[in-house]
């Protein structure tokens, strides 16, 4: 696959992911009875959130999402979809975290890429890359006066993030980054949804009052 292919391959998973979590944002605002300004901003944290995150932390540029139209528009698109649609169902519980796995390993890879190739190190490449992949959720859920999801209230999903990235820093240094970006992506979407599957999750602290 040529270079020009793969980069419109993952600019089309990119978008899908900003659509589902655009959506996820936009069923969220129901439950909230939001008005359309809500679904809409709450939709576009959610899909749009991480990769703000990461370009504005990276310096090297105005935030993608602000200079690619399609970003935006698709946020918005989800969010309309949410107001208009009472999204719930076989289909959306089946779909969902599909589209949700492969938009983590994803944005995981593609931060973990762009951190490297902005000249930064593998450390903030992994954390760039786990907060792109989580960070929109986590704003989202900060917006809405909840913990956070990715705390420990979940599936593994933090985790994959975070090896995602690590994996991508590795092919980059081996001289693969086109090879990592995909090997990496397939991985964290496979892992995050093994651990839906099997409802793997980290364990959590005990309480201290316990005997």
């Known amino acids: 696959m040529s270079g020009t292919a793969l980069t419109e391959l993952f600019r089309g998973i990119d978008l899908t992911g900003v659509l589902a979590n655009a959506v996820l944002g936009g069923v969220m605002a129901r439950e909230e009875r939001f ?5 809409a901003a709450l939709a576009s944290l959610s899909g749009l959130g991480g990769g703000i995150i990461r370009d504005t932390l990276l310096q090297h540029g105005t935030p993608v999402a602000l200079t690619d139209y399609a970003y935006v528009l698709t946020a918005l698109c989800g969010a309309a979809v949410a107001y208009v649609v009472r999204v719930r169902g076989r289909l959306w519980d089946i779909g969902f ?40 959720g986590a704003l989202r859920d900060v917006v809405l006066r909840r913990v956070p999801t990715i705390f420990g209230d979940n ?21 693969h980054p086109s090879l990592g970006l995909v090997v990496a992506t397939l991985l964290g979407a496979g892992l995050t949804l093994l651990a839906r599957w099997q409802r793997w999750s980290l364990p959590h602290a005990k309480d201290p009052r316990a005997k």
């Open 35 to 39: 008005d359309p300004i809500g679904f």
């Open 97 to 136: 975290p599909v589209l949700d796995a492969l938009a983590l390993g994803c944005w995981a890879a593609t931060g973990a890429s762009k951190t490297l190739g902005a000249g930064l190190g593998w450390l903030p490449a992994v954390l760039l890359g786990t907060i792109t992949a989580v960070g929109g």
């Open 155 to 175: 599936t593994l999903y933090a985790t994959p993030a975070v090896l995602t990235a690590a994996v991508m820093t590795w092919f980059f240094y081996g001289g």
